[in-house]
């Protein structure tokens, strides 16, 4: 028979394009959501369209940015509505923040209630490299991420990955832009102040969309195109 951790992957709509995980979460979300488990998704990013990033975001880039998020937003919502026809209580995450959700707190410390990166790692797909991407075993930090929250106990969880794989790697940091990073190596009782300035990297995403693309949004992608783990082997 099959379990309801099989039917959620059987509603990934290519194996091949998405890894997904589930995640014990233990206490680190409870005082903000009434959840304990978590189904991370993660849609692969275009090679071809990643590849062609150099020194900032191209308008390529951007539409596949707003495509996967659609895509991501629409599977979390599948699956929470899944869940439900199994009387099973969920709340999906969506890939992306609205503006309207956003309040002076988050714009001063660049800090969300719940972070894909963090469910990412519990779930066991990967860890946080040196620009603070979550860098998964699958396909480096190629991919953008959405969560669905659920208090159903999966039958296997992933194991959590408690720190970086990254070595003496130090590619992404001395190819940032902003230079944001220190090149620490992460580890889950490391801050992201302690090794990334989220600052310095919003605004440099800013005002290259805004010099390349005309775009008023934070967007780079320079540390994600760079990445040897991701980059497609030829
Ligand atoms: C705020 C935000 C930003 C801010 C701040 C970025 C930052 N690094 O914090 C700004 C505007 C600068 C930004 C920029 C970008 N962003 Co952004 N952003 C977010 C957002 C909305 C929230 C992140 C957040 O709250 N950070 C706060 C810190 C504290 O948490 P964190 O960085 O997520 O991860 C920390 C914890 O998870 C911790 N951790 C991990 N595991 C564990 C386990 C335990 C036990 C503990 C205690 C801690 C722990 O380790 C991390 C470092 O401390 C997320 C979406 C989301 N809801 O998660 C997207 C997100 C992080 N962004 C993303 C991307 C792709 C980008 C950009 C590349 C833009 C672009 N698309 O071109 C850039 C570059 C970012 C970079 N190098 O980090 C992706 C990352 C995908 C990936 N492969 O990692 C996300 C996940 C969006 C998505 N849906 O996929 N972003």
Same mark, same amino acid.
């Given at each position: 028979?099959?379990?309801?951790?099989?039917?959620?992957?059987?509603?990934?709509?290519?194996?091949?394009?998405?890894?997904?995980?589930?995640?014990?979460?233990?206490?680190?979300?409870?005082?903000?959501?009434?959840?304990?488990? =978590?189904?991370?998704?993660? /849609?692969?990013?275009?090679?071809?369209?990643?590849?062609?990033?150099?020194? /900032?975001?191209?308008?390529?880039?951007?539409?596949?940015?707003?495509?996967?998020?659609?895509?991501?937003?629409?599977?979390?919502?599948?699956?929470?509505?899944?869940?439900?026809?199994?009387?099973?209580?969920?709340?999906?995450?969506? #890939?992306?923040?609205?503006?309207?959700?956003?309040?002076?707190?988050?714009?001063?410390?660049?800090?969300?209630?719940?972070?894909?990166?963090? #469910?990412?790692?519990?779930?066991?797909?990967?860890?946080?490299?040196?620009?603070?991407?979550?860098?998964?075993?699958?396909?480096?930090?190629?991919?953008?991420? /959405?969560?669905?929250?659920?208090?159903?106990?999966?039958?296997?969880?992933?194991?959590?990955?408690?720190?970086?794989?990254?070595?003496?790697?130090?590619?992404?940091?001395?190819?940032?832009?902003?230079?944001?990073?220190?090149?620490?190596?992460?580890?889950?009782?490391?801050?992201?102040?302690?090794?990334?300035?989220?600052?310095?990297?919003?605004?440099?995403?800013?005002?290259? /969309? =805004?010099?390349?693309?005309?775009?008023?949004?934070?967007?780079?992608?320079?540390?994600?195109?760079?990445?040897?783990?991701?980059? #497609?082997?030829?």
């Amino acid at each position: 028979m099959k379990t309801v951790q099989d039917e959620i992957i059987g509603l990934l709509p290519d194996q091949e394009q998405y890894v997904v995980g589930f995640a014990d979460m233990g206490h680190l979300i409870e005082d903000q959501y009434p959840f304990r488990y =978590a189904v991370v998704i993660g /849609a692969k990013l275009n090679d071809q369209i990643i590849d062609a990033i150099e020194k /900032a975001p191209t308008i390529e880039y951007y539409d596949l940015y707003v495509q996967t998020n659609r895509r991501l937003n629409e599977l979390v919502v599948e699956i929470a509505n899944f869940l439900k026809t199994k009387d099973i209580g969920s709340q999906p995450i969506f #890939a992306t923040v609205e503006d309207s959700e956003l309040d002076d707190d988050y714009r001063d410390h660049l800090r969300y209630m719940f972070s894909h990166k963090m #469910a990412a790692t519990r779930a066991g797909i990967g860890w946080i490299g040196k620009t603070d991407l979550l860098v998964s075993r699958r396909f480096g930090p190629r991919l953008r991420l /959405a969560t669905v929250l659920t208090d159903y106990e999966f039958e296997k969880l992933g194991t959590p990955i408690t720190k970086s794989n990254c070595g003496k790697c130090a590619i992404c940091v001395d190819c940032c832009p902003a230079q944001a990073a220190t090149g620490m190596l992460w580890n889950t009782t490391i801050d992201r102040d302690e090794f990334f300035n989220a600052v310095k990297c919003r605004e440099m995403c800013r005002e290259r /969309a =805004a010099h390349h693309i005309h775009k008023e949004i934070s967007l780079c992608g320079v540390c994600i195109a760079v990445c040897p783990k991701g980059k #497609a082997r030829r």
